[in-house]
């Protein structure tokens, strides 16, 4: 109960006023559409229950799998199987226990209190695997990428959209950029980046891009007026790629699919968001607790 009580107020703290609603600009490419109640799945489609976040102890060898919000599906911890973590790469995992918390913890769901934290308690399968310390993972089912082709990438530090990407964005959205910056690029050249938007008449804007040669993909972040918390607690009213880390890209007949880790002051909000029709649906999400 203890646990569900800190998720839930973590939860609160986190997004300001993420919104996961995606726009397509003119451009995209023609992704599968939505099927209607009584169609069949398509092929690729990730479910709740195929995913558990968790966390990597000090030595890296061990990870805690967090439930998260109660109210939405979980799976069965002896189901996962394998642990997916940044650049989308893979081990096997062996479900060790429920870990209770303990009169030690304070609540921090990190690498120093992973033994008095509550979670599901998993090992890396072979001794000869190591994960790095403190790090967020994805656990996963034996099938979760059924369909999908797990896409090769690379971290961008420093990298930044063309000028003449830049431009498609600003038509698309009938606003200028005012900063920008590339999360990763695969090997196929898609590009993931974040771009924060000149204050208008409206609310503030940013957006994490998906660029691939057919088009581009919006997920769109409106913050608010408060100058110290715009998007997230505590941001100071900034917003950047630095901000954010992909744990993986994938693409399967249902669109694509990306596990995205944003950084805050407080900790980090992770979630599995996946093409549906026009717009990216949330498969799963949590919030990392890491306050000291």
């Known amino acids: 109960m203890r646990k569900y009580l800190t998720a839930i107020f973590f939860g609160l703290l986190l997004c300001v006023s993420a919104c996961y609603s995606f726009a397509i600009a003119s451009s995209a490419p023609a992704f599968a559409k939505s099927p209607v109640s009584t169609a069949k799945a398509p092929a690729g489609e990730l479910r709740a229950d195929q995913f558990m976040f968790g966390y990597t102890d000090q030595t890296g060898k061990k990870i805690l799998g967090l439930m998260g919000d109660p109210s939405q599906k979980h799976p069965s911890p002896k189901t996962l199987t394998s642990v997916l973590y940044a650049p989308g790469k893979q081990f096997s995992v062996t479900y060790v226990k429920h870990q209770a918390s303990t009169r030690k913890s304070n609540g921090s769901q990190s690498a120093h209190n992973f033994i008095n934290d509550e979670g599901e308690l998993y090992r890396l399968t072979y001794a ?73 008449n409206g609310k503030p804007l940013a957006s994490l891009v998906l660029v691939d040669k057919s088009g581009m993909v919006f997920e769109d972040f409106i913050g608010n007026n408060d100058s110290q918390s715009t998007w997230r607690v505590d941001d100071g009213g900034e917003i950047s790629a630095e901000y954010f880390n992909l744990l993986f890209a994938s693409y399967s007949k249902a669109g694509y699919a990306l596990g995205v880790e944003w950084y805050g002051a407080e900790g980090s909000n992770l ?6 029709g026009a717009k990216f649906r949330v498969v799963t999400e949590t919030g990392r607790y890491q306050v000291y």
């Open 128 to 200: 000869s695997n190591k994960l790095n310390v403190n790090e967020s993972v994805l656990l996963m089912t034996k099938k979760a990428f059924e369909g999908h082709t797990l896409l090769s990438f690379q971290s961008v530090q420093k990298g930044k959209f063309s000028p003449t990407t830049i431009h498609a964005i600003e038509k698309a959205k009938n606003r200028k950029v005012a900063s920008q910056g590339l999360i990763a690029t695969t090997d196929k050249g898609t590009q993931i980046g974040l771009v924060k938007f000149a204050q208008g």
């Open 271 to 276: 979630s599995v968001i996946q093409q549906k």
